[in-house]
């Protein structure tokens, strides 16, 4: 069976969907999943509640820094693999309070490696052989990029700029010297922007398509011109089941859609979308695009070169932009109870602390 940290947030709930599609898919016998996870806010049973309720995917709601429960549930479930998605993951989250990004990306991801090291490590040589720990990372970790700068490929150096990135860069050097120093098997992929269902309405795409349809401002941060490099949450979900079954072990690899576009565009884009399939009563939802105060530090570009996937390991995105956005914003529409059932008292505490002080 795999154990999955953070199987009940965006990335890592689109997962567990995903790896029963494709074992379906592939006639490959079914193999159940453990999803270990918090829920913090971000995380939500609602979305893997098919899998629960089948019987295939059990939840054990922990800390990844909580040690005995991670031993406990390794010792338990007897995993053949670890994909590790449990992050605190919002970059304006970690400017108002970087301790919990400490705690869960790196405290955590520390805890995790030590109880899986001992728990590999007492395997018969066969299983041990055969065990991985897949760490999901960012292509964040890499900083900044110019207009003219090259993409982001598995040899640019780290140069960090939030606290969110900064406790992903140091969790990436932990399993990278894991692998290094005890061997441990691990592998590291490094991603762009995701997005799709069942991503947290704190984050820019599904912000802007509930905002835009409750009538209220689209806050563009800046100019809107900062780009990043989309790419949608099933294409990310693939590239890990393929760097899982044939990635090199202590090798990262870079995941990205080749999608770059300025955050205005994809605010329009969003806009246009809505005017075709829910169109007001007056006027167009580009009327409610608001430019507000900047995010401190914010990145200008992210980019990812994803040569060496495609080249190693044969993954290629399917969808582009304009595909995974139409899937992304009919999705919304259809899903209701999801969004009411995120849409709780901490989350609108959330969006007054974080824009009631941008200001147009
Ligand atoms: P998310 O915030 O939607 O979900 C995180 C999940 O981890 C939640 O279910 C939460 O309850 C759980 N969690 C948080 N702290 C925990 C802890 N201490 N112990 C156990 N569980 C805990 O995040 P996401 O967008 O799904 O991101 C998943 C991974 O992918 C993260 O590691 C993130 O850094 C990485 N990533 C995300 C993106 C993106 O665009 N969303 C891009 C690149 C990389
Ligand atoms: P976000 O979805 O938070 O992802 P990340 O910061 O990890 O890239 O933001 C994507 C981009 O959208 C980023 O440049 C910040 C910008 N943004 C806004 O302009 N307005 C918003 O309300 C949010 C949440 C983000």
Redesign the pocket.
């Known amino acids: 069976m795999i154990f999955i940290?953070?199987?009940?947030?965006?990335?890592?709930?689109n997962f567990v969907h995903h790896w029963f599609e494709r074992l379906a898919k592939l006639g490959l016998p079914l193999e159940p999943v453990l999803v270990?996870?918090?829920?913090?806010?971000?995380?939500?049973p609602l979305t893997i509640k098919a899998h629960l309720d089948a019987g295939r995917a059990t939840l054990v709601q922990?800390?990844?820094?909580d040690r005995d429960a991670v031993r406990q549930a390794l010792a338990q479930h007897k995993p053949r693999a670890i994909l590790?998605?449990?992050?605190?993951?919002?970059v304006d989250r970690s400017i108002h309070g970087p301790g919990?990004f400490i705690?869960?990306?790196m405290v955590?991801t520390f805890s995790l490696l030590e109880e899986t090291r001992a728990y590999w490590g007492a395997m018969n040589a066969a299983d041990k052989a055969d065990f991985r720990f897949l760490h999901?990372?960012?292509?964040?970790v890499y900083g900044s990029l110019s207009d003219t700068d090259p993409a982001f490929n598995e040899t640019t150096a780290y140069a960090p700029n939030s606290p969110?990135s900064a406790s992903?860069a140091g969790s990436d050097h932990l399993v990278r010297a894991y692998h290094h120093t005890y061997g441990f098997p691990t592998l590291t992929t490094?991603?762009?922007?995701?997005?799709g269902p069942y991503?947290?309405p704190e984050?820019l795409i599904p912000l802007m398509i509930l905002n835009a349809l409750d009538g209220k401002p689209l806050p563009v941060y800046g100019d809107g011109l900062n780009v990043r490099d989309w790419?949608f949450v099933r294409d990310h979900c693939e590239a890990i089941c393929q760097v899982l079954e044939k990635g090199r072990l202590g090798e990262t690899y870079n995941v990205g859609g080749k999608n770059e576009v300025k955050n205005i565009d994809v605010v329009t884009t969003i806009c246009r979308k809505l005017d075709a399939l829910r169109p007001k009563a007056t006027g167009k939802y580009e009327d409610q695009i608001t430019y507000v105060a900047d995010r401190p530090g914010h990145d200008r570009r992210y980019a990812i070169d994803p040569s060496k996937i495609e080249r190693e390991i044969g993954w290629q995105p399917a969808e582009t932009f304009t595909s995974g956005i139409d899937k992304t914003v009919q999705w919304f529409l259809d899903n209701t109870e999801w969004i009411d059932s995120v849409r709780s008292g901490a989350y609108r505490d959330w969006l007054n602390t974080n824009y009631q002080s941008r200001v147009a």
């Open positions: 940290t953070g199987g009940a947030g965006f990335i890592g709930g270990f996870d918090k829920l913090t806010y971000a995380g939500n922990a800390d990844i820094a590790h998605f449990a992050a605190e993951s919002h919990e705690h869960t990306n955590g999901v990372s960012t292509d964040e969110y992903k490094n991603c762009s922007n995701n997005y991503h947290f984050k790419l």
